[in-house]
Every structure is written in C-alpha cells, then in structure tokens.
C-alpha cells in the first residue's frame, strides 16, 4: 500500500525558511515524479512545485520560484521542499505528492495527509 507522509511544518516568522520533507512507502518511488500542492483556508489546492523521477526536471509555480527548492533522494525515498523567504500568503496545508506523469494539476494517484505552514508577518 502507498503511503506519503510529510513532515517539517510548523510556525515561522515571514523571512524565516522552513524544510518540508516527505516519506514516500513506494515500492518503485523512483519511476514517478513527485509534487508538493498547497491549500489555504477556502482555497482551492494549488501547485507549488515538482520534480521529474531523476530529478533532472523540476518546474514551480511562479509565486515560489527563486524561493522554493524541490529535491529528491531516490536511495532514500524521500522528497524534500526547502522553502527560503517565507510570505504570509504562503500560509496553507502542503501536500506531497506522487503520480506517474506528473504535472502542475491536483490529479496526482497518491497523497500525503499534508503539514501545516504558517508565516507570521
């Protein structure tokens, strides 16, 4: 069975970094690709960022880039989104991600249950 399980959210004053991290129980982890989401109170789930199954391809969205860093372990699986020059707006529930093909919509095949971030101004 698939589980995802994130870890490293918390509380972080605006300007501060945080490093979420995702544990990913898949028996093939390094054939797919991975994604972090997000979700703010009364918001849709959006995309955050993604990286290719070797890690030679990664893609954010653009209220992140230059901010966030997806990266992956396959060794380990595991898959990492270190966050620098946190905003308020970037207060929400992350959610790791993992799908076959990828992509920038909330379609993935599995999951995490996500890990609370929160950016005080």
């Known amino acids: 069975q698939v589980q995802l399980v994130e870890s490293g959210g918390g509380l972080v004053q605006a300007g501060g970094s945080l490093r979420l991290s995702c544990a990913a129980s898949?028996?093939?982890?390094?054939?797919?690709?991975m994604g972090w989401f997000r979700q703010a109170p009364g918001k849709e789930r959006e995309f955050v960022a993604v990286?290719?199954?070797?890690?030679?391809?990664?893609y954010y969205a653009d209220s992140v880039k230059g901010r966030f860093t997806i990266s992956r372990d396959n060794a380990k699986n595991m898959v990492y989104l270190q966050m620098n020059d946190l905003k308020p707006e970037d207060t929400a529930v992350y959610y790791c991600?993992?799908?076959?093909?990828?992509?920038?919509?909330?379609?993935?095949?599995?999951w995490g249950q996500g890990t609370q971030v929160t950016v005080s101004s």
């Open positions: 898949i028996r093939t982890f390094s054939s797919y690709a």
């Open positions: 990286i290719s199954w070797s890690a030679g391809t990664t």
């Open positions: 991600a993992a799908d076959e093909v990828g992509g920038t919509l909330p379609k993935y095949d599995y």
